[in-house]
């Protein structure tokens, strides 16, 4: 059965982790509906490419433009099934948004299926929802989980981690692990 999830993405959202994530849950026949805080449909957010170079941080290219198709502004989360948070540097502002910190807390209220990666962990924080859980996330994002009250759930950076209706995992070389383990969590079933 179909689901209607939630993407929450901002300008400088991390290129993979929101193209990927997108596409995948189309193409396995779910609705995604991708809103950002002041724009509308048909609008774009900048993405940024994080890439591991062999410098002390990952480094930052310019991305493609990411175009939105829902308006943030008509948003219920009681409507949607599940909420997809990506990374990138859009978590840092978005958790300054009010409404976006009280639709990451409707979702967690009602139980629904939150997958989050690499650094949107930094917005599950600041929503306070992570009290108690075990999280992973980009490792620059550990002190902020453990800030939270979480655990943080130090693993290898293509592996992801399910605690009940959370599923995080470090950056965008999780994506097949992730994107399963979040297919898992919705009662997602694909045959072969």
Same mark, same amino acid.
Do not use: F, R, S, Y
């Given at each position: 059965m179909a689901k &209607?999830? #939630?993407?929450l993405v901002g300008d400088y959202v991390e290129d993979y982790e929101v193209m990927v994530p997108f596409q995948a849950l189309l193409a396995v026949g779910h609705? %995604?509906?991708a809103v950002c805080p002041g &724009? &509308?449909?048909?609008? !774009? %957010?900048?993405?940024a490419?994080?890439?591991f170079d062999g410098a002390q941080t990952y480094s930052e290219k310019p991305g493609h433009r990411f175009t939105l198709n829902r308006d943030f502004d008509a948003v219920d989360s009681a409507a949607y099934d599940g909420l997809v948070v990506?990374?990138?540097r859009a978590p840092e502002y978005l958790r300054m948004d009010e409404r976006v910190l009280v639709i990451v807390q409707q979702f967690n209220a009602a139980a629904k299926p939150i997958a989050a990666i690499c650094h949107g962990a930094q917005l #599950?924080?600041?929503a306070?929802? #992570?009290?108690?859980r075990t999280c992973s996330a980009y490792p620059a994002c550990a002190a902020e989980v453990r800030l939270a009250g979480g655990k943080y759930a130090d693993i290898a950076i293509d592996q992801a981690h399910t605690d009940g209706n959370l599923v995080t995992a470090p950056a !965008?070389?999780?994506?097949?692990v992730w994107i399963a383990q979040f297919l898992a969590v919705l009662g997602t079933r694909i045959q072969h």
């Open positions: &209607k999830l #939630l993407m609705q %995604v509906d &724009k &509308k449909a048909g609008e !774009w %957010v900048a993405t490419i994080h890439d990506p990374g990138g #599950l924080a600041a306070g929802v #992570l009290q108690g !965008w070389p999780a994506h097949p």
